[in-house]
């Protein structure tokens, strides 16, 4: 058995007025926010789903329903702590994280370090084990008429001990 796993991520959620916006964990000044059972923070999220990806733990809707009232609302770094505990118990650490956000706006660029700084603190790692992109629709599709955002996530772990 090879040491080391990687894992995919997605998560897209619409945007809605009189939300807010989270994202890696940062609240972003927007006209509107990400709609969702719990804050909505894709980033986190699809975060989430590739570290558990990776450690063949299922995905972020077997572990926090959006039909369980204790989800409702949630700060998703409260997940995404869960999730590192959850690797960790079955015997991994996290290796690295590549993250793309796709989002028209607001721009992304000016919080990815406080962002990182922010995950890799919930996650027990450092920050430059998380990369954080963002990229555009070019104005296509509901990214880039601005009715909703996704973002992807690549995780890599290991077996610690092995």
């Given at each position: 058995?090879?040491p080391f796993r990687?894992?995919?991520?997605?998560?897209?959620?619409?945007?809605?007025?009189?939300?807010?916006?989270?994202?890696?964990?940062?609240?972003?000044?927007?006209?509107?926010?990400?709609?969702?059972?719990?804050?909505?923070?894709v980033?986190?999220?699809?975060?989430?789903d590739?570290?558990?990806?990776?450690?063949?733990?299922?995905?972020?809707?077997?572990h926090?329903?959006?039909?369980?009232?204790?989800?409702?609302?949630?700060?998703?770094?409260i997940?995404?702590?869960?999730?590192?505990?959850?690797?960790?118990?079955k015997?991994y650490?996290?290796?690295?994280?590549?993250a793309?956000?796709?989002?028209?706006?607001?721009?992304?660029?000016p919080?990815?370090?406080?962002?990182?700084?922010?995950?890799?603190?919930?996650?027990?790692?450092?920050?430059?084990?998380?990369?954080?992109?963002?990229?555009?629709?070019?104005?296509?599709?509901?990214?880039?008429r601005?009715?909703?955002?996704?973002?992807?996530?690549?995780?890599?772990?290991?077996?610690?001990?092995?």
């Amino acid at each position: 058995m090879t040491p080391f796993r990687i894992g995919f991520g997605y998560d897209v959620h619409p945007f809605a007025l009189g939300r807010e916006l989270w994202l890696g964990g940062v609240k972003l000044e927007f006209d509107k926010g990400a709609l969702g059972h719990s804050d909505a923070d894709v980033l986190i999220h699809a975060i989430c789903d590739s570290l558990l990806g990776a450690a063949a733990l299922k995905d972020i809707g077997y572990h926090f329903s959006n039909t369980d009232p204790r989800w409702k609302g949630v700060d998703s770094k409260i997940l995404l702590k869960e999730v590192a505990r959850l690797i960790r118990e079955k015997g991994y650490e996290i290796g690295n994280i590549d993250a793309t956000l796709a989002i028209e706006a607001p721009k992304i660029n000016p919080h990815v370090d406080k962002m990182q700084a922010i995950m890799a603190n919930v996650l027990a790692i450092e920050p430059d084990q998380i990369s954080i992109k963002a990229t555009t629709n070019e104005k296509l599709g509901y990214v880039g008429r601005e009715e909703g955002l996704n973002a992807y996530s690549v995780a890599l772990i290991y077996k610690i001990n092995s």
